[in-house]
């Protein structure tokens, strides 16, 4: 799936392009470039400094192009590029209604080869496999060796590379994540030559054609099985009879959705809340905490939470992030960490892209630019916030191909493995300080 700046050009249809006209004067498309270098470094410096962009050398490529602009079709696809030069994973380019008629040609992504990819040590592996890459003998745990004929690795430092020319990402593990799931689609027909290596050690050969597929990453591998839904929760317990909630979004409704799934999850010796691919959105953060308070009860570690909800849970807690937890995401799992109510594990940081934004209309009225201006929750990493850093977890957990390969979630088993000797020595919170008892008989 195209991010959203992306799909803004790709719903306009392709087509001869028809000339705008604006009393009889000519729209000049290089000056629109000049001006959003110049208001981009002015709007947004205290994060290009803060991520060493030297801004000057960055979009000097993107100026020598703008002299060769003929239509307003290149100049979107040149503000495209340099927005991603910003490194800023909310940043947007937004037509405006001088632009409807506007036809853009827009690489086809609507195939995919039906699987993801994840790095484990230094290697990538088939993290799931559907459809298309199943139907060929593609499974879980299998590491690649190579796709196309380059060694695998080499093939995805190259993939990372093209889509940061066009798609802006706010930190390396955020470009990364996406390579491996959304940055897999392709024009269907696509063709990809792979050779794997299964468990065993046998080397295979397999070419996968891509079809329509949805490359959008759902979060865990191997989610628990028979799991109660809200629209945005998927919750239970797991094997070892843990509660479970994967968090998939951050809307406004997360907190009743909470209530929901705390009562049926019930009491349980230990809660795992599971951010991973969580898209974002927009929550209240103290009735959300709140909901991880015990009754009565108030927290104050960094800063001041009181209990909320009917049914607020007060036992150790561990959460699992990627570099797929975006925007209010990051600042919902940040919460556990920063405030100290909960233990982070994750096979990375998180996308590093939590920030207040702005909106830059351009000359011509073509075009707005929706970019970040500084880092929110301030109080993250030593004061410097999340923009461009993103929740480090507390331990680095990566996908253990043997797990892959027997559907296990290898971030699940560890936090089953850290609620039966919990890390209190990293985490302030302390259930038993707070009047919170392990149900009988665990």
């Known amino acids: 799936m195209l991010p959203r700046r992306l799909l803004l050009l790709a719903v306009l249809s392709i087509a001869t392009f028809t000339p705008l006209a604006r009393a009889g004067d000519r729209l000049d498309l290089a000056g629109d470039v000049t001006f959003a270098v110049s208001a981009l470094e002015k709007e947004c410096g205290a994060l290009l400094a803060s991520k060493k962009i030297d801004w000057k050398k960055a979009t000097a490529p993107i100026l020598a192009d703008a002299?060769?602009?003929?239509?307003?079709?290149e100049l979107a696809q040149?503000?495209?590029?340099?927005?991603?030069?910003l490194e800023d994973g909310h940043s947007e380019l937004r037509p405006l209604p001088a632009a409807k008629d506007v036809k853009v040609d827009w690489p086809d992504k609507s195939g995919g080869p039906g699987m993801f990819v994840c790095r484990s040590g230094k290697k990538l592996y088939v993290k799931s496999a559907w459809a298309t890459a199943a139907e060929v003998g593609l499974e879980p745990g299998m590491e690649l060796l190579t796709i196309d004929g380059l060694a695998a690795e080499k093939w995805m430092e190259k993939r990372v590379a093209d889509l940061r020319d066009v798609v802006s990402f706010s930190t390396d593990q955020q470009a990364s994540?996406?390579?491996c799931h959304w940055g897999l689609a392709d024009a269907i027909g696509t063709r990809?030559?792979?050779?794997?290596?299964?468990?065993?050690?046998?080397?295979?050969?397999?070419?996968?054609?891509?079809?329509?597929?949805?490359?959008?990453?759902?979060?865990?591998?191997?989610?628990?099985?028979?799991?109660?839904?809200t629209d945005d929760l998927a919750f239970g317990r797991t094997q070892a009879g843990y509660g479970y909630i994967h968090l998939r979004r951050m809307k406004e409704s997360v907190v009743e959705q909470l209530d929901e799934a705390l009562a049926k999850v019930g009491e349980v010796p230990g809660l795992v809340l599971d951010f991973r691919a969580n898209?974002?959105?927009?929550?209240?953060?103290?009735?959300?905490?709140?909901?991880?308070?015990p009754a009565g009860k108030t927290i104050e570690f960094a800063v001041k939470h009181a209990s909320a909800g009917p049914r607020p849970y007060g036992g150790p807690i561990v959460v699992i992030v990627d570099g797929g937890v975006r925007s209010a995401g990051e600042t919902a799992a940040d919460l556990f960490k920063e405030d100290g109510r909960g233990y982070v594990i994750g096979e990375s940081a998180t996308a590093g892209m939590s920030s207040s934004k702005t909106t830059i209309e351009l000359p011509s009225k073509l075009f707005a630019l929706y970019?970040?201006?500084?880092?929110?929750?301030?109080?993250?990493?030593?004061?410097?916030?999340?923009?461009?850093?993103?929740?480090?977890?507390h331990e680095l957990v990566e996908y253990a191909p043997k797990d892959l390969a027997a559907k296990r979630d290898t971030m699940i088993l560890r936090a089953e493995a850290l609620f039966a000797k919990f890390p209190q020595d990293k985490v302030p919170y302390d259930p038993a300080k707070f009047g919170w008892t392990a149900p009988a008989g665990k």
Do not use: C, M, W
Request: glycine share 14%.
């Open 67 to 73: 002299k060769k602009l003929k239509e307003p079709a």
């Open 371 to 393: 970019v970040s201006t500084r880092s929110n929750h301030g109080r993250a990493n030593g004061g410097k916030g999340l923009e461009g850093i993103g929740l480090i977890p």
């Open 78 to 85: 040149l503000l495209v590029r340099l927005l991603a030069r």
């Open 279 to 293: 898209g974002g959105g927009g929550f209240d953060h103290e009735a959300f905490i709140g909901r991880f308070v």
């Open 177 to 179: 994540y996406y390579a």
């Open 192 to 229: 990809l030559e792979i050779e794997v290596k299964t468990i065993g050690g046998e080397k295979k050969k397999r070419t996968v054609t891509f079809a329509k597929r949805n490359q959008v990453p759902n979060g865990p591998a191997f989610p628990p099985e028979t799991l109660d839904r």
